[in-house]
């Protein structure tokens, strides 16, 4: 399994400054959470690491290599993204099969049917899901199947957008049960963005606070409770949190 270093990470879109100077690190094997409100540059962060943004400037790390110095099939090899919304991320004229199987053609990969089979299982889904198409599939259902995708190549790295919010409430829980699960069994090392601190709390080692662009104070996921955090903003970003909670 690999690390993730992020070194003075800034981008701009225009005259509008997203992320400024951002700095962080992810051991092996750590579940790292990124949170704050919508605009923060929570979901960008993990965009410049995938490059699917790549005028960023600073510098990002797997391990010890640079992710503009990797090969595609290195990147896709040491790194993999679920994104929010599976319904999205998924194309509705392919077949589960089609979206676990072209992967493993782009790299050369060999036993291809039973890899997506164990890619299935791995994720709670039958084999016999392979010839089913997006809008025959409940949205944990398609969840697990971009979660399936994702694990096809092996990873080291798992990046996750949000991968529950865009899902019932009932759902949720499976799907971070899941997560969970994986890393345990396989070691990932995910970096995962949530709006959601009790998933935070439920899933991730430690976590920083994001506002307008910057990290303002990397916390335990311990410090939770009992809001423990010294920046005003974490402190008031906690103590809402915990409010809501308390009121449900």
Known sequence: MKSVSVEKLSISFGAIKVLNDVDFSVEKGECFGLVGESGSGKSTVLRCASLLFDNWKGEIKFGDRSVNEMTLEERCRTMQMVFQDPYGSLHPRHSIRTVLSEPLKIHGIADREERMERALVEVGLPAGFLDRYPHQLSGGQRQRVAIARALILEPDVLLLDEPTSALDVSVQAEIINLLVRLREEKGFTYLMVSHDLAVIDHMCDRFAVMQAGRITEVLPREA??????????????????????HAM
Request: aromatic share 10%; net charge negative.
């Open 224 to 245: 939770i409770l009992g809001n423990q955090a010294t920046d005003p903003y974490a402190r008031e970003l906690i103590g809402a949190s915990l409010a809501y909670e």
